[in-house]
C-alpha cells in the first residue's frame, strides 16, 4: 500500500522560519511535489524533487533523502498569506500522483 | 494563458440527481486525471485518461464514470449522487505520465 504521513496542524508566526516534513512508503518511487492550497481553491504547485538533497527556490526550499524516505518543506520569512494547506505527494513510477492529508499552517501576526 | 478549466465553480444537486462536471484544458496535455477531495482530506484518484485509455482506480465506485470526447475536454458523470460524494472535485493534466501536474480551480459539489 501507499503511505504518507505529514503533521496535521502547524502554527508559526510572521517572519519566522518553519519545517513542514513528510515521510513517506510507497510502492515506487518518481519524484516528490509539494503543493500549497487555499481553503476551497485547486492545489497550486510549489517544488519538486526527485534526487537527494535540497531545492531552493525563493522563500521555498524542499528537501529529499530517498533513502529514508523523507521530505520537508521550509518556509521562510513567513507571510500571512502563506496561511494554507501544504500538500506532500509522491509520483510513482506510473505516473500516478498520491497525496498526504495535507499540513494547515496558521500564521500569526 | 493556456489552463485548466472546470465548470462550474460551484454545483449543486439533489440526491440521486444524475450530474456532471466539466474540465477543459488549452495545455494540450495527453493526460488528464479527476481526484475527489474531501474536507481536510487528501485528494483522492477516481481515473485517468491516458490519451483515449481510460484507468479506473481499483476503489473508485461504479457510480462514477468519466468519458474523454477530444484531447481538450474530459467529463465526470455522477450517476446517483449521494450525500458521501459531497466534495471538490479536481481535474488536472500532464504531458504524459511522467511529469508535473496543473490543476483546474476545482468543482465543489453539494448533494442536498
Known amino acids: 500500500g501507499q503511505n504518507i504521513d505529514q503533521p496535521t496542524e502547524m502554527t508559526a508566526t510572521e517572519g519566522a522560519i518553519v519545517q513542514i516534513n513528510c515521510t513517506y512508503q510507497?510502492?515506487?518511487?518518481?519524484?516528490l511535489f509539494w503543493y500549497q492550497q487555499h481553503a476551497g481553491e485547486a492545489p497550486t504547485f510549489l517544488s519538486y524533487?526527485?534526487?537527494?538533497g535540497l531545492e531552493e527556490k525563493g522563500r521555498f526550499s524542499s528537501f529529499l533523502s530517498r533513502s529514508k524516505g523523507y521530505s520537508y518543506l521550509l518556509l521562510k520569512e513567513l507571510q500571512m498569506k502563506d496561511s494554507a494547506s501544504y500538500l506532500c505527494?509522491?509520483?510513482?513510477?506510473?505516473?500516478?500522483?498520491?497525496f498526504g492529508q495535507g499540513t494547515t499552517l496558521q500564521v500569526k501576526p | 494563458d493556456a489552463m485548466v478549466i472546470q465548470n462550474p465553480r460551484y454545483q449543486v444537486t439533489q440526491f440521486g440527481k444524475p450530474v456532471t462536471l466539466s474540465c477543459s484544458q488549452t495545455l494540450n496535455h495527453n493526460v488528464m486525471y479527476w481526484y475527489q477531495q474531501k474536507s481536510s482530506q487528501a485528494p483522492k484518484l477516481l481515473f485517468h485518461y491516458y490519451d483515449k485509455d481510460f484507468n479506473n482506480e481499483a476503489d473508485t465506485p461504479d457510480n462514477f464514470q468519466s468519458r474523454r470526447p477530444n484531447t481538450s475536454f474530459c467529463f465526470l458523470d455522477i450517476r446517483s449522487p449521494g450525500l458521501g460524494d459531497a466534495a471538490m472535485y479536481l481535474c488536472?493534466?500532464?504531458?504524459?505520465?511522467?511529469?508535473?501536474?496543473?490543476f483546474g480551480s476545482g468543482t465543489r459539489l453539494t448533494v442536498v
Open positions: 505527494a509522491v509520483r510513482l513510477n506510473t505516473g500516478k500522483l498520491i
Open positions: 488536472a493534466t500532464s504531458r504524459d505520465a511522467g511529469n508535473g501536474y496543473t
Open positions: 524533487n526527485v534526487l537527494d
Open positions: 510507497t510502492s515506487g518511487f518518481n519524484g
